[in-house]
């Protein structure tokens, strides 16, 4: 089976920067996705990751290490907005998705 | 461009009951998902299609069905409803499921509750 561990929950201030952190071990790899999902709404797409490596999106940024099985989703210059769950998923050798259980992130004034 | 619709956004349903749930998109995806999202579990995939006329199994596709007799509308059954069925649902599409980038998008949901 597919696992992957992200943490539960964090919380951060208004302007600071957060981590989040995702771990996996999946049959096979084709990339990994970041999707932010704000209470009761669908998960919407952040960023993709297939090779080693940051990839820069405006305030937010996901990194890659596919030897280490680890991913992050750096979250800069935190607004009220980013309030959200972030849920990390794999694309594994028959191009299915496995989602982590996600992480809640709260943004505090 | 609506995207993905889905409907009902809610419903309760005694257990023992027969339900569909609608999904269509209208961004002409050749691919086409079903997941149900349980708290603490994160989202775990149900059935899939790859194309029209084709399904697959995915990790938890006990006690549901599907069908993709088009490009637009991959419905999913319940055939007689049990109250571990009770959860929130999201169909999702993607332009093509072996496409290196591809990326999938999600409607707003189903809320279910078997009682």
């Known amino acids: 089976g597919q696992n992957i561990d992200q943490p539960t929950e964090m919380t951060a201030t208004e302007g600071a920067i957060v981590q989040i952190n995702c771990t996996y071990q999946t049959s096979g790899f084709n990339g990994l996705f970041w999707y932010q999902q704000h209470a009761g709404e669908a998960p919407t797409f952040l960023s993709y990751n297939v090779l080693d490596g940051l990839e820069e999106k405006g305030r937010f940024s996901s990194f890659l290490s596919r030897s280490k099985g680890y991913s992050y989703l750096l979250l800069k210059e935190l607004q009220m907005k980013d309030s959200a769950s972030y849920l990390c998923a794999v694309r594994d050798r028959d191009y299915k998705l496995s989602f982590g259980a996600g992480t809640t992130v709260t943004v505090r004034a | 461009i609506a995207g993905i619709t889905q409907a009902p956004t809610s419903q309760i349903l005694a257990a023992g009951r027969r339900m569909t749930l609608r999904c269509t998109q209208d961004m002409r995806h050749n691919a086409m998902y079903w997941y149900r999202q349980d708290l603490g579990l994160g989202l775990r995939l149900i059935h899939y299609s790859n194309t029209a006329g084709t399904t697959g199994k995915g990790e938890v596709p006990d006690g549901y069905s599907v069908s993709r007799a088009n490009t637009d509308d991959f419905p999913l059954t319940l055939a007689s409803a049990v109250p571990s069925q009770t959860s929130v649902y999201f169909c999702?599409?993607?332009?093509?499921?072996?496409?290196?980038?591809?990326?999938?998008?999600f409607g707003p949901g189903t809320r279910l509750t078997v009682l």
């Open positions: 999702a599409s993607s332009d093509d499921s072996l496409a290196a980038t591809d990326t999938q998008y």
